[in-house]
């Protein structure tokens, strides 16, 4: 019963770290493109703002699409 409750509990806490997983990936591009878009505006620290900018939405689609846990069935 005790080895039920455990799987399950690790079941629904490896969800959970994946969906935080993604969330905080989500935010933190978003808040890379921002910066970037602010740098942007400004000749001088534009080369900076496209870096970091271009960098924030890798990491946003990253974090919407990417495959956080392994799969089950590598070769």
Request: aromatic fraction near 8%; charged fraction near 5%; proline fraction near 4%.
């Amino acid at each position: 019963m005790a080895h039920t409750a455990t799987w399950w509990l690790r079941h629904w806490m490896a969800a959970a770290e994946n969906v935080v997983a993604h969330l905080a990936a989500i935010a933190v591009g978003f808040a890379m493109m921002v910066l970037g878009l602010g740098l942007g505006v400004t000749m001088i620290m534009l080369p900076a703002g496209v870096v970091i900018g271009l960098a924030g939405a890798a990491i946003f689609v990253g974090g919407i699409f990417a495959r956080v846990t392994p799969r089950d069935n590598q070769p």
